[in-house]
DNA sequence: CCTGTCAAAAATTTCGAAATTCCGCGCTTT
DNA sequence: AAAGCGCGGAATTTCGAAATTTTTGACAGG
């Protein structure tokens, strides 16, 4: 298979964030290399760009390896990641227009439309990537008018890790999952329209928080 | 002259902070192998760590140039920096014990005693270095009790952003500036020693606003 | 005079191999 | 038997050059 470095870098991503490739697992150039028929050096510098935004870890003379994770750094991961958003949010509340309120309005709309046809379906599994997309574009969308660009930029970088730690700590999504995350996501749109900031931030906080497991 | 990748990526860092590399400058690693007496490979990954801490810019198939500084970045850095600092001393002051509390002290009056010098000699330049390590160290110092390795790597790199944009803009430090900072690290010190969170964030607050300008 | 095309030059990216460094394992020594 | 040493294989890092892409600049056409 012979495919070009953007591609290397997207299929690496997304096997990162499915847990295909486990964490703390070696990632050798010259594996990798036979998976895209490219040679090892670019395989490092696709590795290296995956380090920048936290997906893979490296060490000098050491190589690299997928990023550790556990329910401590998910925690740290989490709070961060609360920190960001309520700040994005709150600074999208005072700069956003009516623009900001429709693409959100739109983005919430995707979202429960697939979640309706997840629990219709009730198997998540053809739905994962779709819903997945649907979830992170909310979000993203609830901070795009915050006017930041290193709140946006790190806001996206930690969602990926985000994502990468709870694909590996927690395999499956309950049922009853769906039905609370619903009413969850409609408190935080309703909040952000009504430009209730601090109800807005525990809207976020109550989201986020149930992933947050102390004594690790 | 020859050395090893750590020291061209310590060099290079403390070009770009000392704005020695201007702002939008195309770092070539065919030009700067010259300076370092390597292949152009082995500056092409020092520049891609460059671009992980945020002070180099790269663009696929256009190479990299030195990170772009004008009011509004720096803006953004400044608000970013506030946010991150303000969460980090919070949280250091909830679960900082008492060693904490000495090397924040300790970070403090190694700064005080840097400024008593510059001001006797009444020239900072030939003391520049040590009163910029002294001033990070005390920032960091002040989170280092946060227990989130997120919020202090985050906030080193974005430090060192404020000092590439910083040292791009203001060119030179007034006398006066040096009075000021002083009385406000100390009101930052006591509000953390007093455990007054509100109080401390009013300061970190106070002690980086007035670094934005409106209206670049 | 402006605009679009095309070839030459320059810069970036990729490559495969050489040089260096690290790691496991068996050996010796105490 | 435990600890230290050194060898051999494997992985990482570096290199110089080839291949690709972008930029430049001149020239023809509108």
Known sequence: MRVDTPDIYEDLKRRLMNATLRPGHKLKPSDLQGDYGCSANTVREVLHRLVTIGLVEFEAQRGFRVRAVDQSIFNDVTR???LLEQEGAERSMEKGGVAWEMHLNAAHHALVHIQTRILKAGDMEPFRALWSE?????HETLISA???????????????QFRQQMMTLTEEFGGAYFGMIAAEHQQILDAALARDAAGCARAIEQHLRRNIREAA
Chains 1, 2 share one sequence.
């Open 146 to 160: 915050c006017g930041s660009a290193l709140i946006r930029r790190t806001h996206a970088n930690i969602y990926l």
């Open 134 to 138: 649907a979830e992170r574009h909310f």
């Open 80 to 82: 961060f990641r609360i």
